[in-house]
């Protein structure tokens, strides 16, 4: 896996020396395709047929969509591209609850190709923007490398045409500031790929979260949790999760900004949200958007009763749910109750600010923005317990542990596990308030350089504004300690956690 790694790098500082010596921009949107399915290969193998497939199909769907702007061309678009995500996503779930004997069993040996649910949206989102007569006219070429750009083409962001159709046609040289946006992100995306890595395989092995959740997916170990187990189980898989996608996210959207490209962003600070709406405005931006304008939208505008809005709501998340079921998915399931889970709380919330204007109620200050950050952060961490839990009988058995009481004297873990969880948020939550002390000095030495230059608060700018310039080297060393050096029990939170979806 290291030596993969490797050849990506070498393959990016390449293909970032012929891309800055190419004038033309077809030729760098070729180099861009054959770098992209060349990425894919090492990953999807044979299956990037099945890419390629849908590429071709979806641009002849969106050219005779373009003839004639219709619903009916539009379904058959979308149906076309749910069907063939469906086979192979869903049908091999059909095996799982298959008897002996059955030919259903043979489903189960459908591989799926790796990114499919990301670039199957994208190609929806394509269609979808035709029809809402967005003036797109990508060629072939474009429209393949669009569906196969290798930094998004694993797990995002689900990008839209309308967005990065203009970049791939733009005329391109490198600049610094790309090229220090780039180089800043990739090194933050290393540094939390790292700590995903340590969160969830533990300090020594077998102690992070995955081994907590699998130690305790029997009925007699589940039994066995107390209160205090879960909320720190279900907190610790909440910022490996977090670590590792964003993450990966900061990699990708660094490594495309390298190339002048920049991608939507995908997560802004989730965990500090006040409210569950301000939640999935800050989680997975791309995906949740995407439900947003294409599914929930549409849907809460068919009737104006309040009833079908919630109701709408609960819909999209159910199929926000639907979409993360993975392939031979045990739990999946839990999947569709994480979506209702949260379609509920999204309800409960609208049912929340109603309420306060029918009576007038204030709630801000500090107490009031204190206590709904805790009421947020803790409902986003139980719904964990369905989006992680191994089985149904895991799940409940967590959830019975939170509410009794008298539970919580007890530990089940190593100590190491629990400390491990401190440090995760204690280190999330820091490295937000260092950043916002670093933007706040640069303001302050701003507006004193303005009014009386001092040479002071001259290196105090320097040292903030220009903070990649001593932040990457400490990122990068730190996270090759904990990779190499420290080396910590191994978990399975590498790059293609979201890919699988």
């Keep these: 896996m290291t030596t ?4 990506y790098v070498i ?25 992209s399915y060349l990425f ?14 849908s590429s071709v199909m979806n641009y002849a769907l969106g050219e005779w969509l373009k003839k004639k702007i219709s619903a ?4 058959v678009g979308i149906l076309f591209n749910l069907a063939l995500l469906s086979f192979f996503k869903y049908l091999p779930l059909l095996g799982t609850v298959a008897h002996h004997g059955s030919p259903l069993l043979l489903v189960k040996r459908i591989l799926f190709p790796v990114g499919a649910s990301f670039w199957t949206f994208q190609a929806m989102s394509y269609l979808l923007e035709l029809y809402r007569e967005e003036e797109l006219d990508p060629t072939l070429l474009e429209f393949c490398l669009y569906m196969s750009f290798w930094p998004t083409v694993l797990q995002g962001p689900i990008c839209r045409m309308s967005a990065m159709l203009p970049q791939f046609r733009q005329d391109w040289s ?18 939390m790929s790292s700590l995903a890595m340590v969160v969830g395989g533990g300090l020594y092995t ?21 209160g205090t187990d879960v909320w720190f189980m279900i907190f610790a898989y909440g910022f490996q999760l977090y670590f590792s996608f964003c993450g990966i996210t900061h990699i990708v959207i660094g490594a495309a900004r390298l190339f002048g490209i920049q991608l939507q962003e995908n997560f802004n600070r989730p965990y500090l949200s006040t409210t569950i709406s301000e939640f999935w405005t800050r989680w997975h931006m791309s995906l949740s958007f ?33 979409w ?19 379609g509920i709380l999204l309800v409960l919330h609208r049912q929340w600010q109603e309420f306060r204007k029918r009576v007038g109620f204030e709630w801000t200050g500090v107490a009031a923005t204190v206590i709904s950050w805790g009421i947020t952060f803790c409902a986003v961490s139980i719904g964990y317990i369905f989006f992680r839990a191994e089985s149904m009988h895991q799940a409940f058995a967590m959830l019975k542990a939170i509410t009794k009481l008298r539970s919580y004297a007890h530990l089940s873990f190593d100590p190491s596990f629990y400390v491990l969880t401190l440090l995760a948020a204690g280190g999330y939550f820091a490295a937000i308030g260092g950043t916002v002390l670093l933007d706040r000095l640069a303001e302050i030495s701003r507006a004193r350089q303005a009014s009386k230059p001092s040479g002071l608060f001259s290196w105090l700018g320097i040292l903030a504004n220009e903070r990649w310039v001593w932040i990457t080297p400490v990122v990068v060393a730190f996270a090759i300690y904990l990779s190499v050096i420290f080396q910590p029990g191994h978990a399975e939170t590498g790059p293609l956690m979201y890919a699988l979806f």
């Design 4 to 7: 993969k790694y490797i050849a």
């Design 174 to 191: 490198a600049s610094a500031e790309d090229l220090r946006i780039g180089v800043r992100r990739i090194a933050i995306g290393i540094f």
């Design 72 to 75: 009916g061309r539009l379904w």
């Design 206 to 226: 077998g102690t992070g979260v995955e081994a907590a959740f699998h130690s305790t997916s029997s009925g007699a170990a589940a039994a066995r949790l107390s």
């Design 11 to 35: 393959g990016i500082v390449v293909l970032w020396c012929l891309a800055m010596r190419t004038r033309s921009v077809t030729v760098r949107q070729v180099m861009y395709l054959i770098a």
């Design 40 to 53: 894919y290969l090492t990953w999807g193998s044979w299956l990037i047929v099945v890419l390629l497939f």
């Design 290 to 322: 995407w439900i947003r304008d294409f599914l929930f939208l549409p849907l809460a505008t068919m009737r104006r009763a309040v009833w079908w809005r919630n109701l709408s709501l609960v819909i999209a998340m159910f199929v926000f749910g639907v």
């Design 324 to 342: 993360h079921i993975r392939p031979d998915d045990p739990a999946a399931s839990l999947l569709m109750m994480w979506g209702i889970y949260h």
